[in-house]
């Protein structure tokens, strides 16, 4: 037991007679090492791009809001109304008649 813990520390299992089997294996595993890292590392991305699409989703559905009760708050007949009269036109006390055209045939 001690000498295979001294073989492993010296690195003789690198370099004895039938050494290619286990560097076969230590390459496999450090191709898996960085097959996992580099998977890891894209995940994290797309987390980060994700986060940063629902904070601007968030923003643009804020200002969708804003301007929808802007626009509800400009199209009341009181602000109208307010808006006509600072320019000096009041509303009709006669109501609007509909004009019919007939065809000349």
Do not use: C
Not at 18 to 42: C, P, T
């Amino acid at each position: 037991m001690k000498n295979n813990i001294y073989d492993i520390l010296k690195g003789t299992f690198l370099v004895s007679d039938d050494s290619f089997k286990n560097w076969r294996m230590i390459l496999f595993v450090s191709a898996l090492a960085i097959v996992m890292i580099a998977s890891s590392h894209s995940a994290d991305k797309k987390v980060y791009e994700i986060s940063k699409l629902n904070n601007e989703v968030k923003e643009m559905r804020s200002a969708f809001v804003d301007g929808r009760s802007k626009l509800q708050r400009l199209k009341m007949e009181s602000t109208v109304l307010a808006k006509m009269k600072e320019k000096g036109l009041a509303t009709s006390t006669t109501p609007a008649k509909k004009i019919k055209v007939k065809s000349q045939k």
